[in-house]
């Protein structure tokens, strides 16, 4: 029952959490010295990530196997977007929650077809 518990709650509040820490870079548009329009524009720019990260959970909540394709995709595609612009540590600060999350995702649909599957 532990692990189920586990699998159910662990990759929700990673993405929750994961949210939250993509959301602290768009808080860079307040140095920038914009009017209040251009700043709120830019802000919510910069919090189109955050959406997308969300929508995503809200879809996967009841759905692990989207959580699992939506998550590994999303490590992926900035992997590949993004390679050779950054320092390594931002491919492992960005990238790799979103394959662990994915992972997670995935583990706890295989879990939930085993338990499915023996009753």
């Known amino acids: 029952m532990k692990v189920s518990l586990l699998l159910l709650w662990l990759p929700r509040v990673l993405t929750i959490l994961f949210a939250l820490f993509i959301s602290i870079f768009a808080l860079d548009v307040f140095g920038e010295g914009l009017g209040f329009w251009k700043t709120v524009t830019a802000l919510l720019i910069h919090l189109i990530p955050t959406v997308v990260i969300l929508l995503l959970l809200a879809v996967a909540w009841r759905r692990d196997w989207v959580g699992a394709i939506a998550y590994i995709s999303l490590g992926v595609l900035y992997l590949v977007i993004a390679w050779g612009r950054f320092h390594w540590s931002a491919y492992a600060a960005i990238s790799g929650p979103l394959l662990l ?14 338990l499915d599957g023996a009753s």
């Open 101 to 114: 999350i994915g992972l997670l995702f995935f583990l706890g649909w295989l879990y939930r077809a085993k």
